[in-house]
């Protein structure tokens, strides 16, 4: 069982910049991708960035390659999410999510249903 529990959200002008993180309990957290996710009102959950166990391999969606980045320190069971040169359309609740690499799936790192455990996530509001 992993519980997982994300800080740093809050407003920001449009430009500006956020650190996410997510605080991770369990002794095999270096074991478990992460991913992160956000949701707008009235949106489905939508991908954002992805980073491996041991943190040597990240994926990021379209709308957030080259302002994003994910990070994490195993030592101290956190993970990371810069977000640089924010925009109005970042606005959402950010959550953090665990994978499971005991659980066999086929779906993809981008798909919700592929992460076994989720953070009870942090707003992000950005205005213009």
């Known amino acids: 069982q992993v519980q997982l529990v994300e800080s740093g959200g809050g407003l920001v002008q449009a430009g500006g910049s956020l650190r996410l993180s997510c605080a991770a309990s369990?002794?095999?957290?270096?074991?478990?991708?992460m991913g992160w996710f956000r949701q707008a009102p009235g949106k489905e959950r939508e991908f954002v960035a992805q980073?491996?166990?041991?943190?040597?391999?990240?994926n990021y969606g379209g709308s957030v390659t080259g302002r994003f980045t994910t990070s994490r320190d195993n030592a101290k069971n956190t993970v990371s999410l810069q977000m640089n040169s924010l925009k109005p359309e970042d606005t959402a609740v950010y959550y953090c999510?665990?994978?499971?690499?005991?659980?066999?799936?086929?779906?993809?790192?981008?798909?919700?249903?592929?992460?076994?455990?989720w953070g009870q996530g942090t707003q992000v509001t950005v205005n213009s």
């Open positions: 369990g002794r095999t957290f270096s074991t478990y991708a």
């Open positions: 980073i491996s166990g041991s943190g040597s391999s990240t």
């Open positions: 999510a665990a994978d499971n690499p005991d659980v066999p799936k086929s779906r993809s790192l981008t798909d919700t249903a592929r992460y076994d455990y």
